[in-house]
């Protein structure tokens, strides 16, 4: 058996190629959409991809496995489990903007087979209500008992899938607890399952997908019954369980109900990744002085620079702030309610390729164009428009709090400003912002920190944007909590 993880560093996520060495078939696992890289690796290993799974219906990526179908024809193998409401309807047969596909549909207890590796179905409801986890056994290896358990978003390394996305991303009300408990009926059928048995789960440190993930990429069952604290609290009872497993989930990103949909109804087919064209700076002045106008609102200029303090001394009007790096997609799928919108990324060209993936990943493939850093400075060493964004630390919050025309905005989780924030802040997750923002005191300007200024940078350039006074908190709270008690607020 031929056994491959594939890490998205920025999702947190894994896909898994799994393939039979005697036959030369493949299976691939979770794959998300830009599935060339996929291939890429099957043909490095001497393997073609003939069949795509999935755990279940993601919220915080594009899947490929509509793409793979359509590009390859290899065979679907869903889950049919969950209900009329939770169905991969866009593989149910030819529609407007799909085909006929060869699909098996699956239910708990069934197997099938990729060359000489079993696969065997286990109904792992909780995150969501058709999930699916999988058995894999080598038989060409010759054995005769599973080796690991593919589980998705049901077990993670150190948690367990967050059952309140259905209500909390894609508002279906009432879904939470029903899902808790659905959830802790699956963590009893995974307590019975061999210790020995590996764990691949399809996400890592990072995700959104839970909220105390391990860095660590597999584990075994043994380990996590042994010191997985969800998995802990499932043996208290089930009441007990639901409220420790609903306490302190992140507010998810906006983009993950639209995830859900797409994922369920039919997914773009992507066919090439975007191939945005470089802007001079004239091209990239000629789009600031429209932007400063109004005349072009609807394309958003994306500054991936990596220093928050240069894009806030300095920046294309109306520009929203998503540094390269781990960021990028959270940001995006958060602050970019349209994913339609034309983007014009600020970033050198060694990554655009990068930051294409990144957007195309989670729906945004509008990708017009970009501009190299480079050009960017020689536009604003120029007489274009340019904005500015005030930029404090925690030493001067104090001195501006009395102002009555001024209110601190804390853009962290709300569990982190429960655990203690300024007195008198309101509370905002940036992963939420476009909810937010209507609610926001108009006329006042907003101090806007998170824990470390990474959160605020990109919040306070989506407030700017939208028309709000903002000042920009770049400091640690940590450095706010060490000043007198008065400060914050338990």
Request: glycine letters at 8%; a negative charge; proline letters at 5%.
């Amino acid at each position: 058996m031929l056994f491959r993880q594939i890490n998205d560093e920025k999702l947190a996520q894994y896909a898994y190629l799994i393939g039979c060495q005697e036959t030369g078939e493949a299976l691939l696992v979770d794959p998300e959409r830009d599935i060339d890289r996929y291939l890429a690796l099957a043909e490095a290993e001497g393997v073609e991809i003939v069949a795509v799974t999935e755990t279940h219906i993601h919220a915080d990526f594009l899947s490929g496995a509509r793409e793979m179908a359509e590009r390859t024809g290899a065979s679907l193998y869903l889950s049919d489990e969950g209900g009329e409401n939770w169905r991969y309807e866009w593989a149910r047969g030819p529609t407007e903007t799909g085909g006929d596909y060869d699909v098996t549909w699956l239910h708990d207890g069934d197997t099938f087979h990729v060359g000489n590796v079993e696969l065997e179905v286990l109904h792992t409801p909780g995150h969501t209500p058709e999930h699916l986890s999988f058995l894999v056994t080598d038989r060409g290896g010759g054995a005769d008992e599973p080796m690991g358990l593919l589980t998705g978003d049901f077990v993670f390394v150190g948690d367990l899938g967050r059952p309140d996305l259905l209500e909390s991303a894609a508002q279906v009300e009432g879904a939470m607890e029903p899902s808790a408990r659905s959830l802790h009926a699956s963590v009893q059928r995974f307590l019975d399952l061999p210790d020995h048995l590996q764990v691949w789960p399809a996400h890592g440190a990072g995700s959104a997908c839970g909220k105390a993930l391990g860095a660590v990429p597999q584990s075994t069952v043994g380990y996590e019954k042994q010191f997985n604290p969800m998995i802990e609290a499932a043996r208290m009872g089930e009441d007990a369980f639901v409220e420790a497993i609903l306490e302190g989930q992140p507010e998810p990103q906006m983009y993950f109900a639209r995830m859900k949909r797409d994922n369920r109804d039919g997914m773009p087919v992507l066919g090439s990744l975007p191939s945005p064209r470089e802007l001079t700076a004239g091209e990239l002045k000629t789009l600031a002085e429209a932007q400063e106008a109004a005349a072009e609102e609807d394309r958003l200029i994306i500054d991936t620079r990596t220093d928050r303090s240069a894009y806030m001394a300095r920046h294309i009007p109306g520009s929203l702030y998503a540094p390269m790096n781990d960021t990028f997609s959270a940001v995006v799928g958060s602050l970019v309610e349209d994913e339609t919108t034309p983007i014009v990324l600020v970033t050198d060209e060694e990554d655009v390729e990068g930051a294409v993936r990144d957007l195309v990943r989670i729906g945004y493939d509008n990708v017009a164009g970009f501009a190299e850093i480079d050009t960017l400075q020689r536009y604003l060493q120029d007489d274009g428009p340019r904005e500015t964004i005030d930029e404090i630390t925690f030493d001067d919050v104090d001195a501006e709090l009395p102002d009555e025309d001024t209110v601190v905005l804390d853009v962290r989780y709300r569990s982190e400003y429960e655990a203690g924030h300024v007195d008198g802040a309101l509370n905002a997750s940036y992963t939420r912002m476009p909810e937010y923002e209507s609610d926001l005191p108009e006329g006042k300007t907003m101090l806007v920190h998170c824990g470390s200024g990474a959160r605020a940078a990109a919040a306070s350039s989506y407030l700017a944007r939208a028309g709000h006074s903002v000042t920009y908190v770049n400091d640690h709270f940590a450095n706010y909590e060490a000043r007198p008690e008065e400060a914050v607020a338990e």
